[in-house]
């Protein structure tokens, strides 16, 4: 449970479902830490700086996939195997968004709420 509590957003699911979401939190909290420079390539990171950002890459990702990628030590190679393994979601993803936003009609919807609870969804 102190798990939970301690991390910064929800860590990155083994199915990838949150990636892109999951993406934006870590460059955000990366660059509020000043380590986002560890996850682009030719950095000039000290070891610290690399082992905090592997630090905080590792406790904010799924347990299975802390297992599978247990040898990597640099949060760019990490970095990169991950982007490896979900970028193709945004392929997936973008061509249901604009054919959900296509047949997005308010008149299919009994309240605002629920419309807008859709709408966001779709945004989202």
């Known amino acids: 449970m102190t798990n939970i509590e301690n991390r910064k957003f929800i860590a990155l699911d083994i199915s990838g479902k949150n990636y892109l979401s999951w993406v934006l939190d ?17 950095n000039a990171a ?4 690399r082992a ?4 905080f890459l590792r406790h ?13 030590e640099n949060p760019l190679e990490l970095w990169q195997n991950l982007n490896d393994r979900f970028e193709h979601l945004k ?34």
């Not at 509020?32 to 996850?39: D, E, G, P, Q, W």
């Not at 000290?46 to 700086?49: D, H, I, K, L, R």
């Open 26 to 42: 870590v460059k955000l909290h990366l660059s509020a830490k000043k380590l986002r420079h560890t996850i682009d390539e030719d």
């Open 46 to 49: 000290s070891n610290e700086e």
């Open 52 to 55: 905090t950002a592997m630090i």
């Open 60 to 72: 904010h990702i799924d347990d299975g996939l802390k297992y599978e990628y247990l040898t990597v």
């Open 91 to 124: 392929a997936v993803v973008l061509p249901n968004a604009l054919n959900d936003w296509a047949q997005l009609r308010f008149q299919d919807f009994k309240t605002v709420s629920e419309y807008n609870s859709t709408l966001f969804k779709i945004v989202s």
